[in-house]
């Protein structure tokens, strides 16, 4: 099964999401484990669309800190997959997105940012199963673009181009 989370409202400031209880904790401690969407279901992957931790750099990264630790416990046995969200658009929140998540499985070379080099997690894709997943930031159209390498719109479309057509060829392992 793939659950979807998306943090998109202020009154979800961390991982509230997972554990509720927890959500501006520095670690976990809630005892009723049936809270939360991802303790509700079992899941194959979670994807998760942008502005996490409603943000990342607030309080000089503390409260990005706190939502990786919050998310650890499922991100540790679960494929935990992302995407650039309009909360991501800032230098300083880009930064911190690109270096927490740098992991991801990059197929687009490196990304060149006022921050340095770091492997593309602004856009990618994967397949798992019958399905191939793209993840595309549409924020390099209101920000991102201007952080670093000027080309990142067009070097997104081309991606998104090729890979489109290489996941059309591999149909027949992938539909």
């Known amino acids: 099964m793939l659950l979807s989370v998306s943090l998109t409202l202020e009154s979800i400031t961390i991982a509230d999401s997972l554990c509720p209880d927890c959500a501006d904790a520095d670690s976990c401690t809630c005892t009723n484990t049936s809270l939360?969407?991802?303790s509700e279901r079992a899941a194959d992957m979670i994807l998760h669309l942008g502005d996490?931790?409603?943000d990342f750099n607030s309080e000089g990264g503390l409260k990005g800190d706190y939502f990786m630790q919050n998310i650890e416990a499922i991100a540790a046995y679960v494929p935990y997959m992302v995407s650039v969200g309009n909360h991501e658009n800032a230098a300083e929140?880009?930064?911190q997105y690109t270096e927490r998540f740098r992991h991801m499985p990059s197929n687009t070379g490196m990304i060149v940012s006022s921050n340095g080099v770091?492997?593309?997690n602004w856009f990618y894709s994967w397949d798992a199963g019958l399905v191939h997943y793209v993840a595309i930031s549409t924020e390099t159209y209101f920000g991102i673009n201007s952080?670093?390498?000027?080309?990142?719109?067009?070097k997104q479309f081309a991606f998104l181009q090729q890979d489109l057509a290489k996941a059309n060829a591999n149909r027949d392992k992938v539909p």
Request: net charge neutral; glycine share 10%; proline share 5%.
């Open 52 to 54: 996490f931790a409603y």
């Open 147 to 154: 952080v670093g390498d000027k080309n990142t719109c067009a």
């Open 36 to 38: 939360g969407v991802v």
């Open 118 to 120: 770091a492997p593309n």
């Open 93 to 95: 929140s880009l930064a």
